[in-house]
C-alpha cells in the first residue's frame, strides 16, 4: 500500500474513532457534578454579596 494513502486512511480513521467517541459522550450530570456547581453558585452568591457590603461600608464613610 501507498505510504501517503495509508496516512491518510489512517488520519481518517482516527477522525472517526473521535468524532465517535464525543457523540457517544451523554450530557447526563451525576451528583457530584451537581453539587459542584452549587457549590459554584454559592461562592458567587457570597462574593457578590460580600462585594455589595464593601460598597455600603465605602458610602457610609464617605458621608
Known sequence: MNTPLAKKLAMALLMALMAGG????????????????SIDES???????IEE???????AAEN
Do not use: H, K, Y
Not at 461562592?43 to 454579596?49: A, F, L, P, Y
Not at 457590603?53 to 458610602?59: F, K
Open 22 to 37: 464525543l457523540l457517544a459522550c451523554d450530557n447526563n450530570q451525576g451528583p457530584a457534578e451537581e453539587a459542584g456547581e
Open 43 to 49: 461562592t458567587q452568591s457570597v462574593g457578590e454579596s
Open 53 to 59: 457590603l464593601g460598597e455600603d461600608i465605602e458610602e
